[in-house]
């Protein structure tokens, strides 16, 4: 009999899970939703760079949106790019000096290996994607 409790108690539980689950699901497509509407919102040019950011380029375990990691966030970067007129191109090209935080430039240089083989394309795809964070 207490085994049978138990194995009750059990099914129980099993089940309590499954509802949680069928509760969460709603939120979850709601999100989902959002984000799609925000990528809609973007140009091909700006989803190709979203690619490369998060892809191959694996930009953003150092960079983030609004917030500092191991790099600026992006949308520190963008403002300093957009009132100093620079050239990020240039930059990842590793043609230009470093104009947001030339203390840490070497940490960003190890990356140059990667930037430098971006096809012109795929440049302009990340300036375009780090720029559509430029706070309007
Ligand atoms: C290992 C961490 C790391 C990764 C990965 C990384 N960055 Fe950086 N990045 C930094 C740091 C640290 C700085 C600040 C130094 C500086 O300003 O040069 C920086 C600065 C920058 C700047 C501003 C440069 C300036 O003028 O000062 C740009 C633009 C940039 N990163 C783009 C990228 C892109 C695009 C990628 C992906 C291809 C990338 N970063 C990957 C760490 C990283």
Same mark, same amino acid.
């Given at each position: 009999m207490k085994h049978l409790l138990s194995i009750f108690a059990v099914l129980v539980l %099993?089940?309590?899970?499954?509802?949680? =689950?069928?509760?969460?699901l709603y939120p979850e497509s709601m999100t989902e939703a959002t984000s799609e509407s925000t990528a809609t919102k973007m140009t091909a040019s700006e989803t190709l760079g979203q690619e490369i950011f998060n892809g191959k380029g694996n930009c953003h375990t150092?960079? =983030?949106?609004? =917030?500092?990691? %191991?790099?600026?966030? %992006?949308?520190?970067?963008?403002?300093?790019?957009?009132?100093?007129?620079g050239d990020m191109a240039a930059f990842l090209r590793g043609k230009a000096d470093p104009i947001v935080d030339p203390s840490q430039y070497d940490v960003m240089k190890t990356n140059f290996y990667i930037?430098?083989?971006?096809?012109?394309?795929?440049?302009?795809?990340?300036?375009?994607?780090?720029?559509?964070?430029?706070? =309007?």
């Amino acid at each position: 009999m207490k085994h049978l409790l138990s194995i009750f108690a059990v099914l129980v539980l %099993i089940s309590c899970k499954k509802e949680e =689950k069928k509760e969460s699901l709603y939120p979850e497509s709601m999100t989902e939703a959002t984000s799609e509407s925000t990528a809609t919102k973007m140009t091909a040019s700006e989803t190709l760079g979203q690619e490369i950011f998060n892809g191959k380029g694996n930009c953003h375990t150092c960079h =983030k949106a609004d =917030k500092k990691v %191991i790099g600026p966030s %992006i949308k520190e970067i963008t403002k300093i790019y957009a009132e100093q007129n620079g050239d990020m191109a240039a930059f990842l090209r590793g043609k230009a000096d470093p104009i947001v935080d030339p203390s840490q430039y070497d940490v960003m240089k190890t990356n140059f290996y990667i930037t430098k083989h971006f096809t012109d394309e795929e440049m302009q795809a990340v300036v375009d994607y780090m720029m559509y964070f430029q706070e =309007k």
